[in-house]
Nanobody, 115 residues
């Protein structure tokens, strides 16, 4: 099994920045993908950004140029640097790890962008 623990959410004003972190533990293979998804009230969970163990990334169009995903493979940790935050970025952000056919999720961390 794999456990994911997220941190770094909170309340920020529009235009501000936050950095999310997620550390994985347990039975982790060297080749995997990690990412961040988000879910706002009344909406489906959506992809924000993903990164492979080789460093390949992809982003949702809505966050390109504002968010940056990175990872530290030695620490099984993935980061999401969020800049120029907008009210529409408000959501619960979930960390994901995918290896082989299995998906693992964190408990979620709330991000609220409001003045």
């Amino acid at each position: 099994q794999v456990q994911l623990v997220e941190s770094g959410g909170g309340l920020v004003q529009p235009g501000g920045s936050l950095r999310l972190s997620c550390t994985a533990s347990g039975s982790i293979f060297s080749r995997n993908g990690m990412g961040w998804y988000r879910q706002a009230p009344g909406n489906q969970r959506e992809l924000v950004a993903r990164i492979t163990s080789g460093g390949n990334t992809n982003y949702a169009d809505s966050v390109k140029g504002r968010f940056t995903i990175s990872r530290d493979n030695a620490k099984n940790t993935v980061f999401l640097q969020m800049n120029s935050l907008k009210p529409e970025d408000t959501a619960v952000y979930y960390c994901n790890l995918r290896q082989w056919a299995d998906d693992f999720w964190g408990q979620g961390t709330q991000v609220t962008v409001s003045s």
